[in-house]
């Protein structure tokens, strides 16, 4: 009985561990939710900033730095890298990929210093190449803006102590069609620093635009919006992966659980079973015993 009881017992903490990851599993879901609404939002907006900078671009070829140009990275420019982790568990290998895909690209570029971002991240050291920072992830979806003005404000005093940089973000890209399978995640790389690498100085189309400044303040206060807005498009797309495989991870686990209850369960109704059989047997001993006694009774 106490054997049974002590499974039983198990059976109660398994059941009260199950329903806490699939309320982790459902909040996972919702966040990936409300991330798709934010993405797309975020990528007309980073969409609409690289356009202004492509009309100023052609339109005002000045605008471009002198000796950089169609605003290519300098070789001899020192580079500094971003890393974007998780702040909280329960996601698989998203970070050791992460950090496996950083030592790798680390035998062919070195950068001067790498900056993580995310508690679970800051945990998994960098061989190889200094940590020059180390700040908290976002949680939630609304976590991101404050995590953004934090990130911001240390890339502005990483330069004031460094000089200008190349800035280059590592992070778990989404897997766009929703699998099953963390496979499809990837680990993307992209070039945020010197900014509109991407772009170049074609011929002029339409009517040249009427601006207030010189094209050289424009194409620089675009930049930093590019920045700021590639940077937030980035921790978006990096959530969304972690919730994505959270979802999955979480989803195993519950499966696996769920196996292990059904084995518990099991052994309890067969020990159920075997006492209420022995139960029976000791009854029937009993009785077969008062009969005998009965009838030696009888007989006297």
Known sequence: ????????????????????????????????????????????????????????????????????????????????????????????????????????????????????????????????????????????????????????????????????FQLRVLFNHPDPNHTDSHTGNQISSQQLLPPFQQLSQTAPQGVQPLITMAPQKLLLGLGEHFLFANLKHILYLSLLAENQLRIIHLQGAIQKLEQRLLGLQRRVNRMRQEAIVEEIELILINQSTLDSSLSTDKTD
């Not at 609409?48 to 070789?75: R, V």
């Open 1 to 164: 009985m106490s054997h049974q009881r002590e499974l039983n017992n198990q059976i109660q903490r398994l059941g009260d561990i199950g329903n806490i990851m699939t309320a982790l599993k459902n909040l996972a879901f919702m966040e990936t939710h409300k991330l798709e609404r934010c993405l797309q939002a975020q990528t007309q907006m980073v969409k609409q900033i690289n356009q202004s900078a492509q009309i100023c671009i052609s339109h005002f070829p000045s605008a471009l730095p002198s000796g950089h140009p169609h605003y290519q990275p300098s070789q001899s420019g020192q580079q500094l890298w971003l890393l974007i982790g998780s702040e909280r568990g329960f996601c698989g290998d998203f970070n050791q990929r992460l950090t496996q895909q950083t030592q790798s690209q680390l035998q062919q570029i070195k950068p001067q210093g790498v900056v993580t971002l995310g508690y679970r991240l800051n945990q998994r050291p960098i061989a190889g190449v200094d940590t020059l920072g180390q700040l908290a992830g976002a949680s939630a979806t609304e976590e991101t803006e404050n995590i953004l003005i934090q990130l911001t404000q240390t890339l502005s005093e990483l330069e004031q102590r460094r000089g200008p």
